[in-house]
């Protein structure tokens, strides 16, 4: 790349910081809290949803990106700003919020209620996230195996309902919470990702070196970060060999069948909830550490094999 050092560095921060994560979480053995996580997450999220719909302007709020203000309310026709959250943006912050919930269930089950799914749904809707609405409906499907038996019944039955609805809803992109969520947006798009691989497959396709291993920036062009289409922005950034290894340290680490990881991989198909910070940090307790009850359990069998030995 023809860039600065720093912005190099900048880019694998992004792209590749959750292994700076992961060291830190196989090194303490610290063992995340992913209800507080959870539960603080939420509160957050609709608080930022009441300040900026109320007292507060949306400008002075320092997790919107410069660009979002150009959205007036005169522009929102009446409805809401959505919540920004933690993660800076509706859908990267609500990637964070269902991660968050499917990790209680799979790595701290003995804490999980279903209450929480429940709970969930009031930043989802704040957020107006379509990708935050369909990371849901898979958690619940894989949450219920709603899949398999007499269940599919069921889960056929959502997914007609979900189709139906956002068949209903007819808003434009700044028309409201649920503008994110219809028909129209989704083909919107669609047609939109395919223009943007076609660039990118074309920009990086210059030569083989760039195929392979990312994009050759000049000094003066700006860094492909944070668009909304995560895995393209590394395949430009990386190319194939750099996203092929993201990859390979996943499954090498057996973890793309965790719900929790496999939901962050699957965000990245829109905004890169995977790339962000509290993605990374996430990304990398969940590479590192074993579950909750998993260490709880293993702390159990060895102070009962210690008092069984003692006692022999």
Same mark, same amino acid.
């Given at each position: 790349?023809?860039?600065?050092?720093?912005?190099?560095?900048?880019?694998?921060?992004?792209?590749?910081?959750?292994?700076?994560?992961?060291?830190?979480?196989?090194?303490?053995?610290?063992?995340?809290?992913?209800?507080?996580?959870?539960?603080?997450?939420?509160?957050?999220?609709?608080?930022?949803?009441?300040?900026?719909?109320?007292?507060?302007?949306?400008?002075?709020?320092?997790?919107?990106?410069?660009?979002?203000?150009?959205?007036?309310?005169?522009?929102?026709?009446?409805?809401?700003?959505?919540?920004?959250?933690?993660?800076?943006?509706?859908?990267?912050?609500?990637?964070?919020?269902?991660?968050?919930?499917?990790?209680?269930?799979?790595?701290?089950?003995?804490?999980?209620?279903?209450?929480?799914?429940?709970?969930?749904?009031?930043?989802?809707?704040?957020?107006?996230?379509?990708?935050?609405?369909?990371?849901?409906?898979?958690?619940?499907?894989?949450?219920?195996?709603?899949?398999?038996?007499?269940?599919?019944?069921?889960?056929?039955?959502?997914?007609?309902?979900?189709?139906?609805?956002?068949?209903?809803?007819?808003?434009?992109?700044?028309?409201?919470?649920?503008?994110?969520?219809?028909?129209?947006?989704?083909?919107?798009?669609?047609?939109?990702?395919?223009?943007?691989?076609?660039?990118?497959?074309?920009?990086?396709?210059?030569?083989?070196?760039?195929?392979?291993?990312?994009?050759?920036?000049?000094?003066?062009?700006?860094?492909?970060?944070?668009?909304?289409?995560?895995?393209?922005?590394?395949?430009?950034?990386? #190319?194939? =060999?750099? %996203?092929?290894? !993201?990859?390979?340290? @996943?499954?090498?680490?057996?973890? $793309? /069948?965790?719900?929790?990881? +496999?939901?962050?991989?699957?965000?990245?198909?829109?905004?890169?909830?995977?790339?962000?910070?509290? #993605?990374? =940090?996430? %990304?990398?307790? !969940?590479?590192?550490? @074993?579950?909750?009850?998993?260490? $709880? /359990?293993?702390?159990?069998? +060895?102070?009962?094999?210690?008092?069984?030995?003692?006692?022999?």
């Amino acid at each position: 790349m023809n860039i600065s050092l720093l912005d190099s560095f900048l880019l694998w921060k992004f792209y590749f910081g959750f292994i700076l994560f992961y060291i830190f979480f196989r090194i303490s053995k610290y063992q995340i809290d992913y209800r507080w996580l959870f539960i603080l997450t939420c509160i957050v999220s609709v608080i930022d949803f009441a300040l900026i719909n109320s007292i507060v302007p949306i400008g002075l709020m320092k997790n919107v990106p410069g660009g979002e203000l150009n959205v007036s309310a005169q522009e929102l026709k009446g409805a809401y700003y959505r919540s920004y959250g933690l993660g800076s943006s509706p859908t990267v912050s609500a990637t964070i919020v269902v991660v968050l919930l499917a990790s209680i269930f799979y790595h701290q089950r003995r804490q999980y209620k279903d209450i929480y799914a429940l709970f969930a749904t009031v930043p989802l809707i704040m957020f107006g996230s379509g990708t935050g609405f369909v990371l849901f409906l898979i958690f619940l499907f894989m949450r219920y195996k709603l899949f398999e038996g007499k269940k599919l019944l069921f889960g056929t039955l959502i997914l007609v309902l979900f189709v139906v609805a956002i068949t209903l809803i007819d808003q434009n992109e700044n028309g409201g919470l649920l503008s994110r969520m219809s028909i129209v947006y989704y083909n919107f798009l669609f047609d939109f990702k395919m223009e943007q691989i076609a660039e990118v497959i074309t920009k990086i396709h210059i030569s083989l070196v760039q195929a392979l291993f990312g994009y050759s920036y000049k000094p003066d062009e700006g860094l492909r970060i944070m668009s909304d289409f995560g895995w393209l922005d590394m395949l430009e950034t990386w #190319g194939y =060999i750099g %996203m092929a290894l !993201l990859w390979i340290f @996943v499954i090498v680490k057996k973890k $793309l /069948k965790d719900p929790p990881v +496999l939901l962050l991989m699957i965000s990245a198909l829109h905004y890169p909830g995977l790339f962000s910070i509290p #993605g990374q =940090i996430i %990304m990398g307790a !969940l590479l590192a550490v @074993v579950s909750r009850d998993t260490y $709880l /359990k293993s702390e159990v069998e +060895l102070k009962l094999s210690g008092y069984e030995n003692s006692n022999s």
